[in-house]
């Protein structure tokens, strides 16, 4: 079984925190994170994710292949909802267990950093105003001028 | 020729209108495949795109063959 999944239902913690549990784990590392009802100076009133879950859960497992790798760990596991999502829903969660808590808070935080920036799911928040925006996508910068995508 | 399949999500897919289709088209990479969709559906600046083929990363110049499944993936934001 992947040890990233995506839910299109509302889950609590609870119900995957049991996929950590281990009998040589001294400590227990988790990150939830949660609808917040402000970005970028404007107010959010809820959001959509949208995945592509075959590759989605591939590099997601891969990321967490990664933190075996990289830190003494005993399990690992991350949750990501899809869907429309209200202010203070569980958007993520991720749990980590280990022998020792260094492991654990390091794993728990590689996993949520790389998810945020190499997994393919989108995020669309709707303001209070009525208008709503793909985050990421409709930045200009410099180095990411328009129809730059392919060399 | 080759019938490739293509899936939009997010931005694209709203700005395609659907959330795949099937097109036979000539050209031989995948680079080659976005330019083709890109001047026909002027896509709007997302900023640095990334492509899948058969559901793994891939570089612009991966060849396609028929019967693939293209993805291309725009800035992602999860978390």
Redesign the interface.
């Known amino acids: 079984m992947s040890h990233f999944v995506f839910s299109r239902e509302p889950f609590t913690p609870e119900r995957y925190r049991p996929l950590v549990a281990d009998p040589v784990a001294g400590g227990y590392a988790s990150f939830e994170g949660r609808v917040r009802n402000h970005n970028e100076g404007r107010v959010v009133v809820r959001l959509e994710y949208e995945g592509y879950e075959a590759l989605g859960i591939k590099e997601g497992d891969r990321i967490i292949a990664e933190a075996f790798a990289r830190f003494p760990i005993a399990k690992a596991h991350c949750v990501h909802r899809l869907g429309v999502l209200d202010i203070g829903d569980l958007a993520v969660w991720v749990g980590v267990t280990a022998a020792h808590r260094d492991a654990a808070f390091g794993a728990c935080r590689y996993i949520i950093d790389e998810v945020k920036v190499r997994v393919p799911i989108w995020k669309k928040e709707h303001y209070a105003e009525g208008d709503s925006g793909w985050i990421n996508c409709e930045a200009r910068s410099p180095d990411a001028p328009a129809g730059s995508a392919p060399p | 020729m080759a019938v490739i399949r293509i899936?939009y999500?997010?931005?694209l897919?709203e700005h395609v209108g659907r959330a795949q289709e099937d097109l036979t088209t000539t050209a031989s990479t995948?680079?080659e495949l976005?330019?083709e969709l890109?001047q026909r559906y002027v896509?709007p600046?997302?900023?640095?795109?990334k492509?899948?083929v058969n559901?793994?990363?891939q570089d612009?110049n991966a060849p396609l063959r028929d019967g693939d499944l293209v993805?291309?993936?725009?800035?992602?934001?999860?978390?």
């Open positions: 899936e999500f997010a931005v897919r995948v680079g976005y330019a890109d896509f600046p997302i900023g640095r795109v492509v899948a559901d793994e990363f612009w993805v291309f993936i725009p800035p992602v934001a999860g978390g």
